[in-house]
């Protein structure tokens, strides 16, 4: 009987190991792969600031003009794969800030921080911006340890207006002064300031009889 037991236990032995061996081999496999997508991740970080400086040097030296592209972005329509505001994105991290530093931060954040020490009305460069922060609306700002939409939020913030847009706003003042006025001479009227084309107009209601008495005088 303990002959026919031995036999018996023989094959669930072996399944046993068979199952313990393609675990093994399973987990194994999956370490391998771990392995790969770490280097290959490491490999990723650190080719975007490469990528810019390559990108920077054929664009300030024409290179693609040697290629008989007449245009960057023709060259990288054509050839590289890269579309055209990744590939500036990529430029601007590599001009902006040292390969330490833009490794350090990863690509989003560095084009952020590129970006504002870009808008910002202060003498500063993206590198000095880690160093010191930025005074923003009186308050001083670490901007090293902003994310990505946070600092681009601040750049929205401190990003000079364009002449055209101060024009604008203060037209809009000069416009809402004069509403005041109509509303004050005639507190039916309604006075409606907006934007149309680029300038500031006024939609003035007034009764036919009050307008009578304006051109009156």
């Given at each position: 009987m303990a002959s026919k037991k031995s036999k018996a236990a023989a094959p669930i032995g072996a399944l046993l190991k068979t199952g313990q061996t393609t675990t093994t081999a399973a987990a194994k496999r999956c370490e391998e792969l771990l392995a790969l997508i770490e280097r290959r991740t490491a490999t990723i970080a650190e080719s975007f600031y490469d990528i810019g400086e390559a990108l920077r040097e054929i664009h300030h030296k024409a290179l693609h003009a040697a290629l008989g592209f007449k245009s960057f972005?023709?060259?990288?329509?054509r050839r590289?794969?890269?579309?055209r505001?990744?590939?500036?994105?990529?430029?601007?991290i590599a001009?902006?800030?040292p390969r330490s530093r833009a490794l350090a931060m990863g690509t989003e954040r560095a084009y952020a921080l590129a970006a504002l020490a870009h808008a910002s009305a202060q003498p500063d460069t993206a590198a000095s911006l880690l160093d010191t922060g930025l005074s923003v609306g009186g308050r001083q700002v670490d901007v090293s340890q902003l994310s990505a939409r946070q600092l681009h939020s601040i750049t929205r913030e401190v990003r000079p207006r364009s002449s055209a847009?101060?024009?604008l706003?203060?037209?809009k003042r000069?416009?809402?002064a004069l509403a005041r006025l109509v509303k004050k001479r005639d507190r039916q009227a309604t006075v409606q300031v907006r934007r149309s084309g680029g300038r500031m107009v006024a939609v003035v209601t007034i009764e036919l009889a009050a307008l009578r008495a304006w051109a009156r005088g």
């Open positions: 972005e023709a060259m990288l329509e590289s794969g890269i579309g505001s990744q590939a500036y994105k990529l430029m601007a001009r902006s800030l847009s101060v024009a706003a203060e037209a000069e416009a809402d």
